[in-house]
């Protein structure tokens, strides 16, 4: 498996980013071509214990059946019931050297923002980088500074071999600028779940 093309177009969400069904918005991504899929059932208004795990399983299928890579967020608790590909975790989240003890084979990225998180990440143990938040973001409401695209070409200046990924303000007007830096992917949430047309969004992504 072919990560860095595996992570091309990457969409983030869970059921309290999306103004409709998020099992209907899936399928409109899946559709327009998105490679990786990260459920991030987290924050405000999102769903807890058996609701969060139903929602993920259905999730979980739709991606399994479009050969989709499927991601958790954060929530280490899921990975093997949802029979994850992965984990994605941020700073303040389990280790990643615990993590990597814990699911040896499963996928693991990590989010790095500047160069004091970097120089506190076991950047060894990953499998990819998630560098941002590119833009200004309105998603997360405890969203860091916006770093520009600077802070991809610096981690991909360090990093050559390690699949690179923006997030954070990514639209279809902005990707070409995340690539162009560097990253092998780019991670949207609001500019899919929110779009008129999902499967356009992410074809032209």
Same mark, same amino acid.
């Given at each position: 498996? $072919?990560?860095?093309?595996?992570?091309? *177009?990457?969409?983030?969400?869970?059921?309290? $980013?999306?103004?409709?069904?998020?099992?209907?918005?899936?399928? /409109?991504?899946?559709?327009? !071509?998105?490679? &990786? %899929?990260? %459920?991030?059932?987290?924050?405000?208004?999102?769903?807890?214990?058996?609701?969060?795990?139903?929602?993920?399983?259905?999730?979980?299928?739709?991606?399994?059946?479009?050969? =989709?890579?499927?991601? +958790?967020?954060?929530?280490?608790?899921?990975?093997?019931?949802?029979?994850?590909?992965?984990?994605?975790?941020?700073?303040?989240?389990?280790? =990643? *050297?615990?993590?990597?003890?814990? %699911?040896? $084979?499963?996928?693991?990225?990590?989010? +790095?923002?500047?160069?004091?998180?970097?120089? /506190?990440?076991?950047?060894? =143990?990953?499998?990819?980088?998630?560098?941002?938040?590119? %833009?200004?973001?309105?998603? *997360?409401?405890?969203? *860091?500074?916006? =770093?520009?695209?600077?802070?991809?070409?610096?981690?991909? !200046?360090?990093?050559?071999?390690?699949?690179? +990924?923006?997030?954070?303000?990514?639209?279809?007007? $902005?990707? !070409?600028?995340?690539?162009? &830096?560097? &990253?092998?992917?780019?991670? +949207?949430?609001?500019?899919?779940?929110?779009?008129?047309?999902?499967?356009?969004?992410?074809?032209?992504?």
């Amino acid at each position: 498996m $072919n990560l860095r093309k595996r992570l091309r *177009k990457y969409l983030i969400m869970g059921s309290q $980013n999306c103004p409709r069904d998020p099992v209907k918005i899936l399928e /409109e991504a899946i559709a327009g !071509g998105i490679t &990786a %899929f990260q %459920f991030r059932e987290k924050g405000l208004g999102s769903l807890k214990g058996e609701d969060k795990l139903s929602l993920g399983q259905k999730l979980r299928k739709l991606c399994r059946q479009h050969d =989709v890579l499927f991601i +958790v967020n954060d929530d280490s608790v899921l990975v093997d019931p949802l029979e994850a590909d992965g984990i994605h975790v941020g700073q303040e989240d389990m280790s =990643v *050297k615990q993590l990597r003890s814990t %699911f040896p $084979n499963k996928i693991i990225g990590l989010s +790095v923002s500047n160069e004091a998180e970097l120089k /506190e990440s076991s950047v060894d =143990v990953v499998d990819y980088l998630g560098a941002g938040p590119v %833009f200004g973001t309105s998603t *997360k409401l405890d969203a *860091k500074v916006a =770093v520009g695209v600077e802070w991809i070409e610096k981690l991909r !200046g360090m990093y050559p071999d390690v699949p690179l +990924v923006g997030i954070g303000g990514v639209t279809v007007r $902005n990707s !070409g600028l995340v690539l162009e &830096a560097g &990253a092998d992917g780019v991670c +949207v949430i609001s500019a899919m779940t929110y779009a008129d047309d999902v499967r356009d969004v992410a074809s032209r992504l």
